[in-house]
């Protein structure tokens, strides 16, 4: 029997019948996961990411960043003294942007910067972006940059919400990313942020969340 991994409630069955794949979307927080045993493996998980090819001198990419920084983060930057990128990939565009804000920036990511630098730190904003997408265990993670976050400090988050329709699901194209396993609704996260002790401050359009740890 498979329970969401955010409430433990029931959920129900989303089947793509095209490629044999079979997601479970929960019926009280709306959390959609991809069956556990369908996961892509680690090394075609990272081929997949290698084919990223941002850069600051990709224009559209970092006006993106900027335009994430000013709706979610530039309010709070006069308490803003360090960060820390969790997940930051192949090439740490989005760092860059916030040291040229005035920030003191770690970085971390899983195949390109794997030291964990945040072991014994703590910050006062910790930003992942276009990540909780493809964790197994968001609930885990979240808690896990909640113990790294300074109090009043800030956690924001991009990524997409998914449509309620499951034929809307089905055909959405940020489904079809292999390793994108994990959709997130505004009511899932409120249950994340009640789990972990953080109050979520608010969600902005389609894509970001913003939590703080008081």
């Not at 960060?83 to 003191?104: C, H, I, N, Q, Y």
């Not at 940059?145 to 924001?156: A, D, M, S």
């Not at 089905?170 to 972990?196: C, G, Q």
Request: charged letters at 25%; one cysteine or more.
């Amino acid at each position: 029997m498979y329970f969401c991994k955010i409430c433990n409630s029931r959920v129900k069955q989303i089947e793509d019948k095209k490629k044999s794949l079979y997601y479970y979307r929960c019926c009280f927080c709306g959390f959609i996961s991809l069956n556990d045993s369908q996961r892509v493996d680690i090394k075609l998980e990272k081929q997949q990411y290698d084919q990223h090819n941002n850069s600051l001198e990709n224009k559209g990419y970092v006006e993106m960043f900027e335009e994430f920084i000013d709706l979610s983060i530039a309010l709070y930057l006069e308490n803003i003294q360090t960060a820390l990128d969790f997940g930051s990939g192949p090439s740490p565009v989005f760092s860059e942007l916030l040291k040229r804000r005035g920030l003191e920036v770690d970085i971390y990511d899983l195949f390109y910067a794997p030291k964990k630098v945040y072991e014994d730190k703590s910050y006062d904003l910790i930003t992942s972006t276009e990540v909780f997408e493809h964790l197994c265990q968001p609930l885990e993670t979240l808690e896990l940059l909640t113990r790294h976050l300074n109090f009043n400090g800030y956690i924001v988050l991009m990524t997409k919400f998914p449509p309620k329709e499951d034929d809307l699901f089905l055909n959405w194209w940020y489904r079809r990313d292999p390793t994108h396993i994990s959709f997130f609704t505004p009511k899932s996260f409120e249950i994340m942020a009640e789990k972990v002790e953080l109050k979520l401050i608010k969600t902005i359009n389609n894509n970001i969340v913003v939590f703080q740890k008081c």
